[in-house]
């Protein structure tokens, strides 16, 4: 079977795509020590993010176990992570809780 998606950390909010992945599929992914099933809400283009569970608006969102930015809205799990749901923190802010810049 062909992954389609990749998790990088057990810790993640969000499932990177590794090819265009359609409205309505089911997609599986390895996170940590198990496997996790998501029904996606929407297309996501090859390379972007999905969730894997719902994310409330104003928190964290992890990737890399890192704080890769904050929902700017309730994120559905199997919505698209992207501009448009999202303020990224790519620039360099004190991150307190994870002891380093990221």
Same mark, same amino acid.
């Given at each position: 079977?062909?992954?389609?998606?990749?998790?990088?950390?057990?810790?993640?909010?969000?499932?990177?795509?590794?090819?265009?992945?359609?409205?309505?599929?089911?997609?599986?992914?390895?996170?940590?020590?198990?496997?996790?099933?998501?029904?996606?809400?929407?297309?996501?283009?090859?390379? $972007?993010?999905?969730?894997?569970?719902?994310?409330?608006?104003?928190?964290?969102?992890l990737?890399?176990?890192?704080?890769?930015?904050?929902?700017?809205?309730?994120?559905?799990?199997?919505?698209?992570v &992207?501009? &448009?749901?999202?303020?990224?923190?790519?620039?360099? $802010?004190? &991150?307190?809780?994870?002891?380093?810049?990221?």
């Amino acid at each position: 079977m062909q992954r389609k998606a990749i998790v990088m950390d057990p810790r993640d909010d969000v499932a990177t795509a590794l090819t265009t992945l359609r409205q309505g599929e089911t997609v599986r992914v390895t996170r940590g020590s198990g496997d996790l099933e998501v029904e996606l809400l929407e297309e996501i283009p090859f390379g $972007h993010k999905f969730a894997l569970g719902d994310i409330a608006a104003g928190e964290a969102i992890l990737k890399y176990g890192l704080p890769i930015g904050k929902a700017l809205e309730a994120i559905r799990a199997g919505a698209w992570v &992207h501009v &448009h749901n999202t303020r990224s923190d790519r620039f360099g $802010h004190r &991150h307190e809780k994870y002891g380093i810049n990221a």
